[in-house]
């Protein structure tokens, strides 16, 4: 398993969790490109993922 800090856009007040934008990637965590190949080789080899989405 491979837990995910927070990872979507954030101001980063709080260790990014407080999310902005649900769907982009903080700079300093990569890209999405990065997630999705990231998320592509850990399926190829059987583990998971997880990453940690609060709730509005």
């Known amino acids: 398993m491979i837990w995910l800090n927070p990872i979507y856009e954030s101001p980063d007040f709080d260790n990014g969790y407080d999310i902005l934008n649900y769907e982009d990637i903080m700079k300093k965590a990569g890209t999405m490109e990065n997630l999705l190949e990231l998320i592509t080789e850990t399926h ?8 940690i989405k609060q709730l509005r």
């Open 44 to 51: 190829a080899r059987s583990k998971q993922y997880c990453s």
